[in-house]
């Protein structure tokens, strides 16, 4: 069973830039969250997509957005990058949507701003 | 708004010491809570979770945590750290049948062979 996957791994981006980030969920999920870590703090929602539709939004301006798949991997995407947007972005997928469910994360994707 | 507060920002033990990081939450309603832990390189992973039920609840490899609903706690705990247990450790909450998780800003410890 493979896990959750994201890609790229790291990258660097100008300010003002646009960035799509992407995540492969575990076989079997129709869930993704997105998160972002900025550095020294824990994860911050950013939203959540449930079978291709985002289901719930964190205090992020609309600049950030997102897209799932059919088949259930998903995109995030940045636009207008601010230096405040350098952090490590996290997706995490889950089976479902209720309590239960329990998300599983990747590996992040680092993002930089100069 | 709901928030998540570790006390701990650094802890370091030596093996065989005695564990217990404090996670305490703002929310007064209905709370699922998790602590999740990053080992070194690796993702960030679930070591336990409380939904209702007995307060005590027992995770992987030792940990356990205890609700105290009138303190709005969920402090984790290890009889007796190893190695291996250097990781860096976030308290979760969220409120029951939503899909928003708030996470504290996590706990690094560090055990000393």
């Known amino acids: 069973e493979t896990g959750v996957t994201q890609s790229p791994t790291h990258l660097i981006k100008t300010r003002g830039q646009q960035v799509t980030l992407r995540c492969s969920s575990q076989s079997g999920h129709n869930t993704v969250s997105w998160y972002q870590q900025a550095l020294g703090q824990g994860p911050q929602f950013i939203f959540q997509y449930y079978r291709e539709e985002e289901n719930g939004r964190g205090n992020f301006p609309p600049r950030f957005s997102g897209l799932q798949f059919p088949n259930y991997s998903s995109e995030l995407n940045v636009n207008a990058l601010e230096l405040d947007d350098s952090a490590l972005y996290l997706c995490a997928s889950s089976s479902g949507t209720s309590d239960w469910n329990e998300q599983f994360f990747g590996p992040g994707t680092r993002l930089t701003v100069l | 708004a709901q928030s998540v507060s570790q006390h701990n920002h650094h802890v370091i033990l030596s093996e065989a010491a005695s564990l217990e990081l404090g996670c305490n939450y703002s929310y007064g309603g209905t709370v699922n809570l998790f602590w999740y832990v990053q080992y070194p390189g690796q993702h960030l992973q679930l070591l336990l979770k409380y939904f209702s039920g007995d307060p005590l609840v027992k995770g992987i490899k030792g940990f356990e945590a205890e609700f105290i609903k009138s303190k709005f706690s969920f402090n984790l705990r290890k009889p007796s750290v190893q190695w291996s247990d250097t990781a860096e450790y976030f308290c979760?909450?969220?409120?029951?049948?939503?899909?928003?998780?708030?996470f504290g800003t996590g706990t690094r410890l560090k055990v000393l062979a």
């Open positions: 979760a909450v969220k409120t029951a049948g939503t899909y928003k998780y708030i």
